[in-house]
């Protein structure tokens, strides 16, 4: 099925520096979800973002969606190695039959301490 | 804590056997999902239910049968599997309809090991 692009696949840093990872997409999204999952876990959010334009933050976690409403990006400042995990982006269409993800590939995030 | 439970966290069975996944949210959401996720990859989504009504079925094997007992249970039942459909299997629930821009909340998945 359709994906959303997503890079970097990983990244392998240094504990203390920023991250940036980002989505891009061929299709409109209303709403865009930014997820981590920890190994043996389920997916957890993160940030939703819900207007063009707009700029999200959670703590060290910034986010924004694209003023295309095509792409979005996810910034970690000073990294720890709690942040270790894989990213995913999604796309969310509403639907009376249910809400509808379109899930980038992952990013997945190593920090070295 | 994630407030989409899913049980068991780890499930072994033969390919001759006959199991349930089960999942229960109690956050009044009307849509739940099941999803199949395979190592480094994203999740795939299987079924959705729509007011415990199966709205979805993304051409998913007859040996995965999903039930909806009521809007905070959902049920995965498992027979005749392969071992191939060994994966993460997540549940996940949110609210619906086009004015609902709800995200969607995942339990922590159950780890199938198909023998």
């Known amino acids: 099925g359709q994906q959303l692009n997503q890079s970097p696949q990983s990244m392998f840093i240094q504990e203390g520096e920023d991250v940036s990872m980002n989505c891009t997409s061929s299709s409109i999204f209303n709403t865009w979800l930014w997820y981590k999952q920890d190994p043996g876990e389920g997916p957890v959010l993160l940030i939703a973002?819900?207007?063009?334009?707009e700029l999200t933050s959670n703590g060290r976690l910034t986010a924004q969606f694209g003023i295309t409403r095509k792409d979005s990006f996810l910034n970690i400042s000073a990294s720890i190695p709690s942040d270790v995990g894989i990213y995913f982006c999604?796309?969310?269409?509403?639907?009376?039959?249910?809400?509808?993800?379109?899930f980038g590939g992952g990013t997945r995030l190593m920090v070295k301490p | 804590d994630t407030e989409v439970t899913q049980t068991p966290k780890h499930l072994v069975m033969g390919m001759t056997n006959k199991k349930s996944l089960k999942c229960e949210q109690h956050?009044?959401?009307?849509?739940m999902y099941w999803y199949k996720q395979k190592a480094k990859k994203p999740p795939e989504l299987m079924f959705v239910?729509?007011?415990?009504?199966?709205?979805i079925n993304e051409s998913v094997p007859s040996r995965f049968s999903p039930e909806c007992p009521n809007s905070s249970l959902l049920n995965l039942h498992l027979h005749a599997l392969q071992p191939e459909d060994s994966a993460l299997y997540l549940c996940a629930s949110s609210q619906t309809g086009t004015g609902y821009f709800s995200p969607l909340h995942f339990g922590n998945g159950t780890r199938l090991t198909v023998t």
């Open positions: 239910y729509s007011y415990e009504k199966l709205s």
């Open positions: 956050m009044g959401h009307r849509a």
């Open positions: 999604a796309g969310l269409t509403p639907n009376n039959a249910g809400n509808m993800l379109t």
């Open positions: 973002l819900y207007k063009a334009g």
